[in-house]
């Protein structure tokens, strides 16, 4: 009976990893790369309105690479899909795709 119980828990578990996943990817925000710097970790992308990162208007921004090889994805003209954070003030790409 336990066993079956704890089948369940990470059956549940599992559900709401994916769950949150597919989620994540629908919040992606939509942008174009204007300019990639590799050397700095620097991309720039114009982007409407960022509710999450408190902009309430669409800019041209820059955004540093929570990780380098982020940037070997994408070039200066390339429509993209993104996520990034606040760190310190600080704002970080955490995961940018070409948009499809
Ligand atoms: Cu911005």
């Known amino acids: ?3 079956q119980i704890r089948k369940i828990a990470i059956a549940t578990l599992v559900g709401a990893v994916l769950a949150s996943a597919s ?3 629908s919040a ?3 942008g174009t790369v204007t300019k990639v710097d590799a050397a700095a970790s620097k991309i720039t992308i114009k982007h409407g309105p960022i509710k999450k990162l408190d902009m309430d ?3 041209t921004m820059v955004f540093t690479a929570k990780d380098k090889s982020l940037l070997d994805k994408v070039k200066a003209g390339d429509k993209v899909k993104f996520d990034a954070d ?3 003030g600080q704002f970080i790409v955490t995961a940018i795709e070409k948009a499809k």
């Open 1 to 3: 009976m336990k066993k």
């Open 23 to 25: 989620w994540a990817q």
């Open 28 to 30: 992606l925000i939509d």
């Open 57 to 59: 208007e669409g800019m």
């Open 86 to 88: 606040n760190v310190n």
